[in-house]
């Protein structure tokens, strides 16, 4: 007989052991889908290890792809927090190149430090107001924000194909014949390529290193501050916070319209770290946002965990999104994602329950032993 | 004619694109019945979706065949990704809502399904064999109700009839009554001796045969083809329907064709020449979707009028 | 009644059963004969609840074994018992609140006559009404639960066990939600029952009810029986000793000259206020607190208690009237505006309301001066004065666990009630709204509790005392109001508080 019984504490080994399970569970599994379909897992892993991590070059891209990543891995993490249920990551990023590349574009011509500044923080002001649609239909109309920040990805999807595909709006190249016939969207100048800083072996982009401080200050806000403390009470329990006099609405607003900026920076940071162009196909296929609920459940909402986190998922995707082919399916990434997601759900179990194996009618210790008299 | 002006048209098409969302709608609303809710509608409808077009492409036989084997292997396929979630949320107890979207990561777009698709070599080939609009009782043409009621395919009839056979179950039959007590009160039905944990494994795994038949609506029916992603948001949408239906089958047959009639909007619009950006039309589904959720969550509905009481709640037993 | 030779309709021998850290049942011995009202006494934590569900089916012993006229069973879930011919009538009523009463009533049920796959609703009222006549307990079967009140839910849970032919009826503190008059009416139907030789199970902590109803009384302390003893050789004196393990006796308010001119702490005028299904909760309510003065507001749970708490606590909007704390009116609806005005809540849901449960203790006590300095300034809080003024809370209420960083929901009730206090009393009010602020608590938690409650008063803290335990506010309140479906019924001096009198302003009669 199997038995489940709550831990009196959380084992503090079990923090590190069970996202580290998690990773090995999903291997294992993935391995077996990949048997299964004809392909050779170790060979796959492989491929893909030495494509996201060891090949000359792999941890510079990695880092590249781990940068929206760690944002939108941060965007969920600073909402789930609070029990707040932002899934709209994916759509507040796009928001967030949109204002990036539209910045970026409209300032040509002024050197870097203004035009950096000023796509840093238009991507965070329009992944904020994108994400402070469904915080405020939360808050104020009680309007579930899973499915309306969801809808308001596709949304957003919509609205980056329509600035370059159908219409001839100001992020459109229209300056020669082939643009107009391929569409695509206007370059960013020189100026507003986002520097990077290389160290060892690997590039580091600006945005990783702005995820990085991020990460911090998430963590100083949770952690240290009244709006922290707030936001903690309002995630254990919506009546306690009440109770206390906490302004719970002001709050959801504010939480969302954080994780929605978290999200939108990494936006921005696609178009400066790397695209430097509106690129609604290729923002659409990378799925960040996604990825980044994947990346925040790993990291158990732990900011600095979020760090280590992204990284490693960011290899993967990227060894997966480059290795794609006839002999590597598309798919495997996001396969891969939810199985390691599946595996930490269930890890989590150990965290705050014992499983117990054995038959009903042993004999139990003492009263003295087990600490009640 | 009557039956070529836009109502009519709309109409009839209104029904043929809610077809898969009420399927989907219909399980979302029995598992979250038995107080599971789970957000990987989306995956489940892709599975189903890539797996009952694998089966019509290569099950062999008269069309009829293949077609029914399609819907079977589609239901078995959302049934099976189901369980997952079922495993993780009722015997482990894990969060719902994560686990659900974990569901969607996994077999959604760019997910399994995608690759089970390409594995197999699914994309851009027509299906074999599709579900055509029927001609039933000869009454295709009769005037305005002709294409709406008598000239849809066979799926949608049996659409129908499970929002009859829900209705019954719920309501009329003691198996109903034991799903309704698992989802209101899960305590008060296992002290009574219904086993709560089998009527939520069943129930969510019936859900996800029902989306995968929702999903494989889209491949055999609407496209007839295979594409990642192809069912866009229905799953979402799906879930949204079933808490603007209050938790009620016949409420969610209208709001299944309501939706459907946004979709149908967007491609007759279109058809006709009216000028108007395609995405305006695309997205009219998603904002519709927050419009009628924001409104059936203020003013008087928002008693959560029919929300089971212990809906996302996992049921412990044996913890004090 | 109760003969010797007679096979027991129950026999529990050895029974043992433990939880994380708990042993709930240490080898438990308990019998009942068939035609006994058997009562099973204990304070809360003494493991009657424990044993009725092992019982019933719900748990399953570690160790020990359950014998049914005279014969071993091994239940392996609820159907088994009650199979078998048990049924509980839980102190939480195990009702589907949405369900009608028929509905409720043939849940997992199947039987000779109702065994089909569809639901037969007319057949089902029919033996309803038979049942209910024939054991005076009138109720409506087409009924939905959450139209009745508590005393008609309880019949609907007696009603149910009888409907599957309980020969064995176990209830779980019956009479806690019950006015004294319902609690008779509820006596003589189990008299009823003992007499068609069913064998009836009688769980509670209240040593009168015992003394009046039971034919013996088996008490249990820690898990553990303390003995089985004959009612009627037996007196309060004893089994109080028995249950608690000592002498007790409840801290009293001490009768005190009165003091014409204290000054109002809270004055309610005419409030009015809806409950969570939008029906008038409150109607009219007048009430006045002084300083230093202790107001209790008995009343069956249900009737507008929690409303009015939430009511002055800014927790829920008023209709109509008005709240003013000394003499200032409040805005009202908005939660905060009373606690920078001085007005402390111990709500009846502790866990969840009034402390968040995740939230170490450190945290929970500065769940509302969190705001100010030293806990915060500018917007960032100082860890290391939350934690000084943790210990120190944790040392002068003698909060007990082993640091000021462990979670709050792994403190016992009496542990989460001293962090509520704690909290609530260190901020210093001027009045203290107080929801049944025993219930569920041992007997040395509820009078560390409510010695708590007298210093505050003591010091000038006017307080209003919701309970639903009559005796705890004839010990403690000064004055007493009835509050009957949201009006209040009648104000009464302690000192001319007759029990009868009061009981029936409960039940809406006078």
Same mark, same amino acid.
């Given at each position: 007989?199997?038995?489940?019984?709550?831990?009196?504490?959380?084992?503090?080994?079990?923090?590190?052991?069970?996202?580290?399970?998690?990773?090995?569970?999903?291997?294992?599994?993935?391995?077996?889908?990949?048997?299964?379909?004809?392909?050779?897992?170790?060979?796959?892993?492989?491929?893909?290890?030495?494509?996201?991590?060891?090949?000359?070059?792999?941890?510079?891209?990695?880092?590249?792809?781990?940068?929206?990543?760690?944002?939108?891995?941060?965007?969920?993490?600073?909402?789930?927090?609070?029990?707040?249920?932002?899934?709209?990551?994916?759509?507040?990023?796009?928001?967030?190149?949109?204002?990036?590349?539209?910045?970026?574009?409209?300032?040509?011509?002024?050197?870097?430090?203004?035009?950096?500044?000023?796509?840093?923080?238009?991507?965070?002001?329009?992944?904020?107001?994108?994400?402070?649609?469904?915080?405020?239909?939360?808050?104020?109309?009680?309007?579930?924000?899973?499915?309306?920040?969801?809808?308001?990805?596709?949304?957003?999807?919509?609205?980056?194909?329509?600035?370059?595909?159908?219409?001839?709006?100001?992020?459109?190249?229209?300056?020669?014949?082939?643009?107009?016939?391929?569409?695509?969207?206007?370059?960013?100048?020189?100026?507003?390529?986002?520097?990077? %800083?290389?160290?060892?072996?690997?590039?580091?982009?600006?945005?990783?290193?702005?995820? #990085?401080?991020?990460?911090?200050?998430?963590?100083? #806000?949770?952690?240290?501050?009244?709006?922290?403390?707030?936001?903690?009470?309002?995630?254990?329990?919506?009546?306690?916070?009440?109770?206390?006099?906490?302004?719970?609405?002001?709050?959801?607003?504010?939480?969302?319209?954080?994780?929605?900026?978290?999200?939108?920076?990494?936006?921005?940071?696609?178009?400066?770290?790397?695209?430097?162009?509106?690129?609604?196909? *290729?923002?659409?296929?990378?799925? %960040?946002?996604?990825?980044?609920?994947?990346?925040?459940?790993?990291?158990?909402?732990?900011?600095?965990?979020?760090?280590?986190?992204?990284?490693?998922?960011?290899?993967?995707?990227?060894?997966?999104?480059?290795?794609?082919?006839?002999?590597?399916?598309?798919?495997?990434?996001?396969?891969?994602?939810?199985?390691?997601?599946?595996?930490?759900?269930?890890?989590?179990?150990?965290?705050?329950?014992?499983?117990?194996?054995?038959?009903?009618? =042993?004999?139990?210790?003492?009263?003295?032993?087990?600490?009640?008299? | 004619?009557?039956?070529?002006?836009?109502?009519?048209?709309?109409?009839?098409?209104?029904?043929?694109?809610?077809?898969?969302? !009420?399927?989907?709608?219909?399980?979302?609303?029995?598992?979250?019945?038995?107080?599971?809710?789970?957000?990987?509608?989306?995956? @489940?409808?892709? @599975?189903?979706?890539?797996?009952?077009?694998?089966?019509?492409?290569?099950?062999?036989?008269?069309?009829?065949?293949?077609?029914?084997?399609?819907?079977?292997?589609?239901?078995?396929?959302?049934?099976?990704?189901?369980?997952?979630?079922?495993?993780?949320?009722?015997?482990?107890?894990?969060?719902?809502?994560?686990?659900?979207?974990?569901?969607?990561?996994?077999?959604?777009?760019?997910?399994?399904?995608?690759?089970?698709?390409?594995?197999?070599?699914?994309?851009?080939?027509?299906?074999?064999?599709?579900?055509?609009?029927?001609?039933?009782?000869?009454?295709? +043409?009769?005037?305005?109700?002709?294409?709406?009621?008598?000239?849809?395919?066979?799926?949608?009839?049996?659409?129908?009839?499970?929002?009859?056979?829900?209705?019954?179950?719920?309501?009329?039959?003691?198996?109903?009554?034991?799903?309704?007590?698992?989802?209101?009160?899960?305590?008060?039905? +296992?002290?009574?001796?219904?086993?709560?944990?089998?009527?939520?494994?069943?129930?969510?795994?019936?859900?996800?045969?029902?989306?995968?038949?929702?999903?494989?609506?889209?491949?055999?029916?609407?496209?007839?083809?295979?594409?990642?992603?192809?069912?866009?948001?229905?799953?979402?949408? &799906?879930?949204?329907?079933?808490?603007?239906?209050?938790?009620?089958?016949?409420?969610?047959?209208?709001?299944?064709?309501?939706?459907?009639?946004?979709?149908?909007?967007?491609?007759?619009?279109?058809?006709?020449?009216?000028?108007?950006?395609?995405?305006?039309?695309?997205?009219?589904?998603?904002?519709?979707?927050?419009?009628?959720?924001?409104?059936?969550?203020?003013?008087?509905?928002?008693?959560?009028?029919?929300?089971?009481?212990?809906?996302?709640?996992?049921?412990?037993?044996?913890?004090? | 009644?109760?003969?010797?030779?007679?096979?027991?309709?129950?026999?529990?021998?050895?029974?043992?059963?433990?939880?994380?850290?708990?042993?709930?049942?240490?080898?438990? +011995?308990?019998?009942?004969?068939?035609?006994?009202?058997?009562?099973?006494?204990?304070?809360?934590?003494? *493991?009657?609840?424990?044993?009725?569900?092992?019982?019933?089916?719900?748990?399953?012993?570690?160790?020990?074994?359950?014998?049914?006229?005279?014969?071993?069973?091994?239940?392996?879930?609820?159907?088994?018992?009650?199979?078998?011919?048990?049924?509980?009538?839980?102190?939480?009523?195990?009702?589907?609140?949405?369900?009608?009463?028929?509905?409720?009533?043939?849940?997992?049920?199947?039987?000779?006559?109702?065994?089909?796959?569809?639901?037969?609703?007319?057949?089902?009222?029919?033996?309803?009404?038979?049942?209910?006549?024939?054991?005076?307990?009138?109720?409506?079967?087409?009924?939905?639960?959450?139209?009745?009140?508590?005393?008609?839910?309880?019949?609907?849970?007696?009603?149910?066990?009888?409907?599957?032919?309980?020969?064995?009826?176990?209830?779980?503190?019956?009479?806690?939600?019950?006015?004294? /008059?319902?609690?008779?009416? !509820? %006596?003589?139907?189990?008299?009823?029952?003992?007499?068609?030789?069913?064998?009836?199970?009688?769980?509670?902590?209240?040593?009168?009810? #015992?003394?009046?109803?039971?034919?013996? #009384?088996?008490?249990?302390?820690?898990?553990?029986?303390?003995?089985?003893?004959?009612?009627?050789?037996?007196?309060?004196?004893?089994?109080?000793?028995? @249950?608690?393990?000592?002498?007790?006796? %409840?801290?009293?308010?001490?009768?005190?000259?009165? /003091?014409?001119?204290?000054?109002? &702490?809270?004055?309610?005028?005419?409030?009015?206020?809806?409950?969570?299904?939008?029906?008038?909760?409150?109607? $009219?309510?007048?009430?006045?607190?002084?300083?230093?003065?202790?107001?209790?507001?008995?009343?069956?749970?249900?009737?507008?208690?929690?409303?009015?708490?939430?009511?002055?606590?800014?927790? =829920?909007?008023?209709?109509?009237? /008005?709240?003013?704390?000394?003499?200032?009116?409040?805005?009202?609806?908005?939660?905060?505006?009373?606690?920078?005005?001085?007005?402390?809540?111990?709500?009846? +849901?502790? !866990?969840?309301?009034?402390?968040?449960?995740?939230?170490?203790?450190?945290?929970?006590?500065?769940?509302?001066?969190?705001?100010?300095?030293?806990?915060?300034?500018?917007?960032?809080?100082?860890?290391?004065?939350?934690?000084?003024?943790?210990?120190?809370?944790?040392?002068?209420?003698?909060?007990?666990?082993?640091?000021?960083?462990?979670?709050?929901?792994?403190?016992?009730?009496?542990?989460?009630?001293?962090?509520?206090?704690?909290?609530?009393?260190?901020?210093?009010?001027?009045?203290?709204?107080?929801?049944?602020?025993?219930?569920?608590?041992?007997?040395?938690?509820?009078?560390?509790?409510?010695? !708590?409650?007298?210093?505050?008063?003591?010091?000038?803290?006017?307080?209003?005392?919701?309970?639903?335990?009559?005796?705890?506010?004839?010990?403690?309140?000064?004055?007493?109001?009835?509050?009957?479906?949201?009006?209040?019924?009648?104000?009464?001096?302690?000192?001319?508080?007759?029990? $009868?009198?009061?009981?029936?302003?409960?039940?809406? &009669?006078?």
């Amino acid at each position: 007989m199997i038995r489940i019984e709550r831990r009196l504490t959380e084992a503090r080994w079990l923090v590190v052991a069970v996202p580290l399970g998690s990773l090995l569970g999903a291997a294992i599994l993935s391995s077996i889908i990949l048997f299964l379909t004809g392909h050779d897992p170790l060979a796959t892993w492989a491929r893909l290890l030495d494509r996201g991590f060891f090949a000359s070059g792999a941890m510079s891209a990695t880092l590249v792809t781990a940068t929206p990543l760690l944002l939108t891995g941060l965007a969920a993490a600073a909402a789930f927090r609070m029990q707040t249920w932002n899934i709209g990551a994916e759509g507040q990023l796009y928001l967030g190149a949109i204002g990036a590349s539209g910045i970026g574009i409209a300032l040509r011509g002024q050197p870097a430090l203004v035009i950096i500044p000023a796509m840093v923080i238009a991507g965070l002001a329009t992944g904020a107001a994108w994400a402070a649609i469904p915080g405020v239909l939360r808050a104020y109309t009680r309007t579930n924000e899973i499915i309306t920040s969801l809808m308001l990805n596709y949304v957003a999807g919509l609205l980056m194909t329509y600035l370059i595909f159908d219409s001839h709006s100001f992020w459109r190249d229209l300056s020669s014949f082939t643009a107009r016939v391929f569409p695509q969207g206007k370059y960013l100048s020189e100026a507003a390529s986002w520097p990077s %800083f290389p160290i060892g072996g690997a590039v580091i982009p600006l945005g990783l290193l702005l995820g #990085v401080v991020a990460a911090a200050v998430l963590w100083l #806000v949770y952690t240290a501050t009244r709006f922290g403390f707030e936001a903690r009470v309002i995630g254990d329990s919506r009546a306690a916070a009440h109770y206390a006099g906490i302004r719970t609405r002001r709050k959801i607003v504010a939480v969302m319209a954080l994780s929605g900026a978290l999200a939108g920076l990494g936006g921005a940071s696609e178009i400066g770290d790397f695209r430097h162009v509106l690129d609604p196909r *290729g923002l659409q296929q990378a799925s %960040f946002g996604y990825a980044g609920i994947v990346v925040a459940a790993l990291a158990r909402l732990n900011p600095f965990a979020v760090i280590v986190v992204a990284i490693l998922l960011g290899g993967l995707s990227n060894a997966g999104f480059s290795l794609q082919g006839a002999t590597f399916p598309a798919g495997l990434v996001g396969t891969l994602q939810g199985l390691i997601l599946f595996c930490a759900l269930a890890g989590e179990l150990l965290v705050h329950y014992r499983v117990r194996i054995g038959r009903p009618g =042993r004999k139990a210790p003492p009263l003295s032993q087990v600490g009640v008299a | 004619m009557i039956n070529d002006s836009v109502l009519v048209v709309i109409a009839a098409s209104a029904i043929s694109y809610g077809t898969p969302l !009420l399927f989907a709608a219909l399980g979302e609303l029995l598992a979250e019945r038995s107080g599971v809710l789970n957000l990987g509608v989306e995956g @489940m409808m892709l @599975m189903g979706a890539v797996t009952g077009f694998w089966a019509v492409q290569t099950v062999g036989g008269p069309g009829w065949v293949s077609l029914i084997t399609a819907v079977v292997v589609a239901a078995l396929a959302g049934a099976g990704t189901s369980l997952i979630h079922a495993f993780l949320t009722i015997t482990l107890r894990a969060s719902q809502i994560v686990s659900g979207l974990a569901l969607t990561i996994f077999a959604g777009a760019s997910g399994l399904s995608s690759y089970i698709g390409h594995v197999a070599n699914l994309g851009g080939k027509p299906a074999r064999h599709e579900f055509d609009a029927l001609n039933v009782l000869g009454l295709r +043409d009769a005037p305005v109700i002709g294409p709406i009621l008598f000239h849809q395919n066979a799926l949608t009839y049996v659409s129908w009839t499970l929002v009859a056979l829900t209705l019954f179950y719920l309501y009329r039959t003691r198996p109903g009554l034991h799903l309704r007590a698992v989802g209101e009160s899960p305590g008060t039905a +296992d002290a009574m001796g219904v086993n709560v944990t089998a009527y939520r494994y069943i129930h969510v795994m019936i859900g996800g045969a029902l989306a995968g038949i929702g999903g494989a609506f889209f491949s055999l029916a609407i496209t007839p083809s295979w594409l990642d992603g192809m069912t866009s948001g229905a799953g979402w949408i &799906a879930i949204a329907l079933v808490i603007f239906a209050f938790w009620r089958p016949e409420l969610a047959l209208v709001g299944a064709y309501l939706f459907g009639a946004f979709s149908s909007l967007a491609f007759t619009l279109q058809a006709r020449q009216v000028h108007l950006p395609p995405e305006v039309f695309a997205s009219l589904p998603y904002l519709m979707t927050i419009v009628v959720l924001v409104l059936v969550s203020t003013g008087w509905a928002r008693r959560r009028l029919g929300a089971p009481a212990a809906l996302g709640v996992p049921y412990v037993r044996e913890e004090r | 009644m109760v003969a010797a030779g007679q096979v027991p309709a129950v026999t529990m021998r050895g029974i043992s059963k433990r939880f994380p850290g708990v042993r709930a049942n240490d080898q438990v +011995d308990f019998e009942v004969l068939p035609g006994e009202i058997h009562a099973l006494l204990g304070e809360n934590g003494a *493991g009657k609840s424990t044993l009725s569900n092992i019982l019933t089916g719900l748990y399953r012993p570690d160790e020990g074994e359950i014998l049914l006229r005279g014969k071993p069973v091994v239940f392996q879930s609820p159907r088994d018992a009650i199979e078998a011919g048990i049924g509980m009538v839980h102190q939480h009523f195990r009702l589907a609140a949405s369900f009608t009463v028929a509905e409720n009533l043939v849940l997992g049920h199947r039987d000779a006559a109702d065994r089909g796959l569809l639901l037969e609703p007319r057949m089902v009222e029919g033996r309803i009404t038979d049942l209910s006549q024939r054991y005076r307990m009138p109720v409506n079967p087409r009924a939905r639960i959450w139209q009745l009140s508590v005393g008609e839910q309880q019949r609907v849970e007696i009603l149910k066990a009888l409907y599957r032919g309980a020969r064995i009826l176990i209830l779980d503190e019956p009479t806690s939600q019950l006015t004294p /008059q319902e609690a008779d009416d !509820l %006596f003589q139907t189990l008299r009823l029952m003992a007499g068609e030789r069913r064998a009836v199970i009688f769980i509670s902590h209240k040593l009168e009810e #015992v003394m009046a109803v039971s034919n013996r #009384v088996t008490v249990l302390r820690g898990g553990r029986v303390i003995g089985t003893v004959m009612t009627k050789e037996t007196n309060t004196r004893e089994l109080a000793r028995m @249950m608690v393990g000592r002498e007790v006796v %409840f801290t009293q308010k001490k009768e005190g000259p009165a /003091q014409p001119e204290r000054q109002v &702490a809270l004055e309610l005028r005419g409030i009015s206020a809806n409950g969570d299904l939008g029906t008038a909760a409150l109607r $009219e309510v007048n009430v006045t607190v002084h300083a230093g003065e202790i107001v209790g507001i008995a009343g069956v749970a249900g009737n507008g208690q929690r409303e009015l708490a939430e009511v002055i606590t800014g927790m =829920r909007r008023r209709t109509a009237g /008005q709240v003013a704390i000394r003499g200032r009116v409040m805005r009202g609806g908005d939660p905060l505006e009373p606690i920078q005005w001085g007005v402390a809540y111990v709500p009846d +849901d502790r !866990l969840g309301t009034g402390v968040a449960p995740s939230l170490s203790i450190a945290d929970n006590l500065v769940l509302k001066a969190y705001r100010r300095a030293p806990i915060s300034t500018f917007g960032v809080l100082h860890p290391r004065r939350i934690r000084a003024h943790a210990t120190e809370l944790m040392q002068r209420f003698n909060i007990g666990a082993s640091t000021s960083q462990t979670p709050a929901r792994q403190l016992s009730g009496g542990n989460i009630q001293k962090v509520l206090l704690a909290r609530e009393l260190s901020s210093r009010p001027l009045v203290l709204v107080a929801n049944s602020p025993t219930s569920g608590l041992d007997v040395g938690a509820t009078d560390t509790v409510r010695k !708590l409650l007298l210093e505050a008063a003591g010091r000038g803290v006017g307080i209003l005392l919701i309970s639903e335990d009559l005796d705890e506010i004839l010990a403690l309140a000064d004055r007493i109001a009835v509050l009957y479906n949201g009006r209040i019924t009648g104000i009464v001096e302690r000192q001319h508080a007759d029990v $009868e009198q009061i009981g029936l302003m409960m039940a809406g &009669a006078a």
